[in-house]
T-cell receptor, first 112, second 112 residues
Framework: GQQLNQSPQSMFIQEGEDVSMNCTSSSIFNTWLWYKQDPGEGPVLLIA?????ELTSNGRLTAQFGITRKDSFLNISASIPSDVGIYFC????????????FGDGTTLTVKP | ETGVTQTPRHLVMGMTNKKSLKCEQH?????MYWYKQSAKKPLELMFVYNFKEQTENNSVPSRFSPECPNSSHLFLHLHTLQPEDSALYLC???????????FGPGTRLTVL
């Protein structure tokens, strides 16, 4: 089946630093999604991307849908302690409520 | 608020017990999902229901039995589980025509 390679697996950064993480796939996706999971909670959708080349922002978060449709990145600017959590990318090829393929997650730790 | 609720939030059960997990959404979504999330492992898709019909069973052992009586409710019936089944069980739903998933807070299951 389809697989996503998400990197890095974990990041330890200082408050105020910018963060970048990415996902790559050998398959083409029609939709890229980024989620954040806080400890003890379910993942929450951060950004959804539907078009190759699309660049979308949500506050300090910016995500892009790669031109080849096989990759996506998420940037967080000026990190703060509440950015701590696990960030998941997900790719989907079916817009009729099909399943998404999830990356393994990037665990972010922010030191005050 | 995600709009997807799960009960119970925590469950401890013995290997001979029978218990059920419940998921509920009143967001008008047509698709519902069960995921298993073990420590230091990626999200594992277990089951997908679309308009109450099961469309995906990801080779899940028969000791996990899903039930979807209507588009708003999803159950996961558990019996004779093993200690390695201890994990966070997440429910999600998605609206028609999209693969963006809305997750519940999860049930933390411990099998003794």
């Amino acid at each position: 089946g389809q697989q996503l390679n998400q990197s890095p697996q974990s990041m330890f950064i200082q408050e105020g630093e910018d963060v970048s993480m990415n996902c790559t796939s050998s398959s083409i996706f029609n939709t890229w999604l980024w989620y954040k999971q806080d400890p003890g909670e379910g993942p929450v959708l951060l950004i959804a991307l539907y078009k190759a080349g699309e660049l979308t922002s949500n506050g300090r978060l910016t995500a892009q849908f790669g031109i080849t449709r096989k990759d996506s990145f998420l940037n967080i600017s000026a990190s703060i302690p509440s950015d701590v959590g696990i960030y998941f990318c997900a790719g989907s090829t079916n817009t009729n409520a099909g399943k998404s393929t999830f990356g393994d997650g990037t665990t972010l730790t922010v030191k005050p | 608020e995600t709009g997807v609720t799960q009960t119970p939030r925590h469950l401890v059960m013995g290997m001979t017990n029978k218990k059920s997990l419940k998921c509920e959404q009143h967001l008008g979504h047509n698709a519902m999902y069960w995921y298993k999330q073990s420590a230091k492992k990626p999200l594992e898709l277990m089951f997908v229901y679309n308009f109450k019909e099961q469309t995906e069973n990801n080779s899940v052992p028969s000791r996990f039995s899903p039930e979807c009586p209507n588009s708003s409710h999803l159950f996961l019936h558990l019996h004779t589980l093993q200690p390695e089944d201890s994990a966070l069980y997440l429910c999600a739903s998605s609206p028609p025509g999209t693969d963006t998933q809305y997750f519940g807070p999860g049930t933390r299951l411990t099998v003794l």
